[in-house]
């Protein structure tokens, strides 16, 4: 047997084509592109690139686009469960529930097909935010808002979030994150969806193995983690003090560091600049600023002091952009997921068409031949 690699860091488990980290470099491309080109796009053209393998032309643009309009809306049945199970839980785990039960609603739920797959995949990219937004409503005793074709997928989950259409700043922030958060090669919450799917259980088994994963802090639960923290934080004053105590008590400061990643993550520099954005235009520095000092502070004491590569990952200024876009804390990693489904299935049809069961041993450390008293 091998080595034991805690954690699996720098173990190749797979083959891929959907995404290439270069984590020296800080580069990150889907499907051949920089996410600094993509970032022009929309999501549903990324997420055609992710699961068909190329751009859609504009009749594979109208098609999916039609696809996703007809799949937006969710039925009585799912508002019921969300109005009965919805015990002040996260956004994540109502969407865990509902996609469980519109699995059961599915009559193609265990048909692999590529064919069925792309079926269910359309649905549930387009479901995934009429989803979350049906929950905060719920929560908070509103009605339910349905979905505005018109608009594009990042304004129109704003829309049935909020219940009035966004700011241009604000609708280009949300599609930007969509399209952002959507894919990062083996991650964990991945890397949980294509095991599952590789013991050729259904596509909805998958995706709700990744979002088990994706709702730890260590992973996309660290922008709901950020934004407790930034709330935490009376001013952007008393900033450098919280992290210098954090950092003192040896506590991981949240949004910060990375697996992969030994420079600046290519995602937290795009948001970065979002945020910088949106707060200058509410004219409220107050977030940034926070988040700004949190980010000098860590390069001062663990970047350059203890030479550590601890720069600020994809959920450090995700969670101080929802900060401005009044995302509730408990939908952060929910609207992560938004994105993130499309990765998600991208990575599910790619193993399914070249299956081989994953799995890995573990080295036995325990005690041999223990006998039974008689
Ligand atoms: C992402 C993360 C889980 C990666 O973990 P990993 O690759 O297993 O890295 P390790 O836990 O081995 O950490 C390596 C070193 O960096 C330090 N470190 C890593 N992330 C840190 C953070 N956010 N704050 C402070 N120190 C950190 C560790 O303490 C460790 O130091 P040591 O070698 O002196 O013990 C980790 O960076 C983390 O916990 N970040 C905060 C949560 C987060 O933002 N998650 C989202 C990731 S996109």
């Known amino acids: 047997m091998t080595d034991v690699q805690k954690g699996l860091e720098k173990v190749i488990a797979l083959e891929t084509k959907i995404s290439y980290i270069d984590g020296e470099r800080g580069l990150l491309e889907y499907r051949g ?17 992710l699961i068909f393998g190329h751009l859609p032309n504009n009749d594979e643009l109208e098609d ?21 199970c919805n015990f002040n839980i996260e ?16 009559q193609d739920l265990n048909d692999n097909s590529m064919t069925a797959n792309i079926r269910k995949a359309t649905k549930l990219i387009a479901k995934f935010p009429t989803i979350v937004a049906a929950f905060h409503r719920i929560s908070e005793l509103e009605d339910v808002i349905h979905p505005d074709p018109s608009l594009s997928h990042g304004a129109n989950f704003l829309y049935m979030l909020k219940g009035f259409r966004p700011k241009d700043i604000e609708a280009r922030i949300m599609e930007t994150d969509f399209i952002i958060s959507a894919e990062h090669e083996l991650n964990a919450s991945t890397f949980s969806a294509r095991v599952t ?27 709901l983690a950020v934004m407790e923290m930034l709330d935490e934080i009376p001013s952007p004053d008393e900033a450098e003090k919280y992290t210098l105590d954090l950092i003192s008590k040896k506590q991981r400061i949240m949004g910060f560091g990375h697996r992969v990643y030994k420079t600046h993550d290519p995602r937290g520099l795009i948001f970065k600049k979002l945020a910088i954005q949106i707060a200058k235009e509410n004219k409220d520095m107050t977030w940034y600023d926070t988040a700004q000092k949190i980010e000098n502070t860590v390069f001062q004491e663990i970047v350059e002091k203890k030479n550590k590569p601890i720069y ?20 952060a990693t929910s609207v992560f997921a938004i994105g993130r489904i499309a990765g998600w299935l991208a990575h599910c049809i790619e193993q399914y068409g070249d299956n081989r069961l994953i799995r890995p041993r573990a080295r036995y450390i325990g005690e041999h031949e223990i006998h039974l008293r008689k």
């Open 91 to 106: 956004g994540m785990d109502a969407l865990r529930t509902i996609i469980s039960y519109l699995s059961h609603c599915d």
């Open 64 to 84: 999916f686009f039609n696809q996703m309009h007809d799949n937006r809306d969710i039925d009585d049945e799912v508002l019921n469960l969300l109005k009965i």
């Open 312 to 331: 600020p990952n994809v959920d450090f200024y995700a969670g101080v952009m929802y900060k401005y876009l009044e995302i509730p804390p408990l939908l």
């Open 197 to 223: 799917a590789s013991t050729t259980s259904d596509i909805y088994s998958a995706i709700i193995s990744g979002l088990g994963t994706l709702k730890g802090r260590l992973h996309g639960g660290a922008r």
């Open 33 to 49: 592109i920089n996410i600094n080109e993509l970032v022009k796009l929309t999501f549903l053209e990324v997420s055609h690139l």
